[in-house]
């Protein structure tokens, strides 16, 4: 009787940041259930994907699982797949750091399983043509790709996915059509519902179904079972009660005696369920790119900024191979997949999540350093690839990031606690709205509302925040930045010039930011100035945040509310939680303010807007020192 080859695989991940309890729950009700039921059916094979985030932490709490694990590959049960170490999104990395992550987890797999693999995992399916070359110098020859991408790639939608060879610069490597358990159906679905509905995807003598470990104990859940082993057990006994019609294989054997010739090329794709997540609403998914997510959200945007500047510190060591690749390793963890877009388990909404990406990249950062060889001091660099360039101090105990739109500072480190002050989510559309940075300056024909504590570009005319400053002047072998920008204002109708000086100075652990506004026109000007700043709570989050001056004692507020802080205060204390300590704001002149809390999704951290009532005739100027500095 003919059978059909039965490829069952799973692929498992765990981000890099990802609470331990949480890994813990997901460890006993998928990870086990699905390896304990599988070894009680010797006769029937799989093909598995472990990261390499996932692999040290079973090493570490559940040594049994990888004995297991080696046992089951011994004899030839289960094939081990290779693919990027942290599960990274190879098309959004370089080059050299696909090569890296993949012949990183090899090498893992090689000495502790003592098999080197040949097939290579893509996370969330994410492809681009170039991936060919790439696969087949890390010694791959077959990958997987949904047959939803097939289907893109051949022009049709078919029930005849089969493989196929797909090449770049003559470098080919073989391609399996999937049938993804979760997606590729609308619904959750099990590996039994998967083969009943789904075996007509196969041409005559394969069919591929794969599942995401993670989902294992949703599908449980649905089932109405005792418990996620029963339900794996059922599974597996299901297979084995239709051998006679289903043969369960290995890729690693199919392919080597299936020899495949249909070639086919595929655009830059991925799973359904990422490019949802990753397009701005009222655009056709199917078409996006897999580098959309870097333009989706603001903090996907400013980590690969990040990401992508730390590779270029690091490609640009000499002599020093052990420094460089302890430096590589930092890097890679900060390219975790999970912390650029939404995932299911939440992804760069989890304030856990970036600020693990974001310690591993400043760790990186950090080893690039040579003692007693490196000095504090500005470079410039184009970090957000818009043609104008950024400008980065690097200091000794801090490093700060900042715009020419608006002066503002995009990214401030505190390097021993490894975070990144201005690190904050939202789910914005609209640019303006998208970025919380601080030193954001907001002009107001009328005084500042309540609303503009949770939405400071309220009403703002943009007379400063909206523009790109001329760097006036870069003074050499000084921590300092002076920027400079004219503009019109339009106050009751009536048109008015201004300008506005800003020097910014790089003192330690603090940011001092000099103002000087002067009116130009010949009429008295008065406006409300607004001064923004964004304060991450990081995964810990905030304690409190206390206002105060010097003629009046702190008063400690709640976070969670929306605060006007009426009376004339000189500084704001914002208390953390973590190995960040305290977070301090003051002004030489007395202002009001409103703070209030930024929850998208989850809380990220505290929005504070300081304002000030301004009142210049011409020629007369405003001035003032603000300050943003921190404690560890």
């Not at 040594?63 to 999104?89: C, D, K, N, T, V």
């Not at 369960?248 to 369920?273: D, E, I, M, N, Q």
């Not at 997540?277 to 996907?300: C, E, M, Q």
Request: proline content about 4%; some cysteine.
């Amino acid at each position: 009787m003919f059978k059909m080859n039965l490829i069952i695989g799973c692929y498992n991940h765990v981000p890099e940041g990802m609470n331990e309890s949480e890994i813990e729950t997901i460890y006993q009700s998928c990870y086990r259930p699905f390896l304990s039921a599988l070894n009680r059916f010797p006769d029937i094979q799989a093909t598995l994907y472990y990261s390499g985030s996932l692999l040290n932490y079973l090493e570490a709490k559940h040594p049994e699982y990888i004995m297991l694990l080696g046992e089951m590959s011994a004899r030839r049960q289960i094939e081990l797949l290779g693919g990027g170490f942290y599960a990274p999104l190879l098309p959004i990395i370089p080059g050299s750091d696909r090569l890296g992550q993949i012949e990183l987890l090899t090498t893992y797999l090689r000495k502790s399983f003592g098999k080197r693999p040949r097939g290579c995992w893509l996370t969330e399916y994410a492809w681009e043509p170039s991936l060919a070359s790439t696969l087949q110098t890390a010694g791959m020859d077959y990958a997987f790709l949904s047959v939803k991408q097939f289907e893109n790639a051949m022009g049709q939608k078919t029930a005849e996915c089969f493989p196929v060879i797909t090449e770049d610069q003559g470098r080919c490597v073989t391609i399996l059509p999937v049938i993804d358990c979760t997606p590729d159906f609308g619904l959750f679905n099990g590996y039994i519902e998967a083969a009943e509905k789904g075996l007509a995807y196969g041409r005559g003598n394969l069919a591929v179904l794969m599942a995401a470990g993670e989902s294992i104990r949703e599908l449980w859940e649905q089932s109405g079972l005792e418990s996620p082993d029963i339900y794996m057990e059922n599974t597996f006994a299901w297979f084995r009660k239709n051998s006679l019609q289903l043969e369960s294989v290995t890729a690693s054997k199919f392919v080597k005696a299936c020899k495949t010739t249909s070639r086919l090329y595929f655009t830059g794709s991925a799973s359904s369920f990422f490019k949802q997540k990753i397009t701005k609403p009222g655009i056709n998914w199917d078409h996006s790119s897999v580098r959309s997510l870097i333009l989706r959200y603001a903090s996907s945007s400013a980590l690969y900024s990040k990401m992508l500047y730390t590779h270029l510190l690091i490609s640009q060591l000499r002599g020093d191979k052990a420094r460089k690749k302890s430096a590589g390793d930092e890097l890679w963890k900060g390219q975790c997949g999970n912390s650029y877009w939404i995932d299911p388990l939440g992804g760069i909404s989890k304030p856990a999540l970036r600020e693990a990406a974001y310690r591993a990249l400043i760790d990186a950062e950090l080893t690039t350093r040579q003692k007693g060889i490196f000095m504090p001091g500005i470079v410039k660099a184009d970090l957000d690839f818009d043609t104008n360039k950024e400008y980065i101090y690097q200091g000794n105990e801090m490093n700060a990031y900042v715009h020419a739109k608006g002066a503002s500072l995009m990214e401030l480190d505190a390097l021993k606690a490894r975070r990144n002050i201005c690190d904050i989510f939202t789910d914005e559309e609209e640019v303006l709205k998208a970025r919380r940075l601080n030193f954001v300056d907001r002009v107001y024909a009328t005084k500042p509302i309540r609303e503009n504590a949770e939405q400071p570009w309220l009403n703002d005319l943009g007379v400063f925040s909206e523009h790109i400053y001329d760097e006036a002047q870069l003074i050499p072998d000084q921590p300092e930045l002076l920027f400079a920008h004219d503009g019109i204002n339009n106050l009751q109708g009536e048109k008015h010039a201004f300008s506005i000086a800003k020097r910014y100075q790089f003192i330690k652990k603090t940011v001092k930011v000099s103002y000087k506004i002067q009116n130009r026109s010949e009429k008295n000007s008065d406006f409300w100035l607004g001064t923004e700043f964004n304060i991450s709570g990081g995964a810990a989050g905030i304690e409190s945040v206390e206002f105060g001056s010097q003629d009046r004692p702190l008063i400690k507020n709640p976070v969670n509310e929306t605060i006007e802080a009426s009376e004339k205060l000189s500084k704001i204390y914002v208390k953390l939680k973590g190995s960040l300590k305290t977070v301090t704001i003051s002004s030489t002149q007395p202002f009001i303010c409103f703070s209030s809390a930024i929850v998208s999704m989850v809380n990220q951290g505290l929005g504070i807007l300081l304002y000030w009532p301004v009142s210049l005739i011409n020629d007369k100027l405003w001035v003032n020192d603000i300050s943003l500095s921190f404690t560890e």
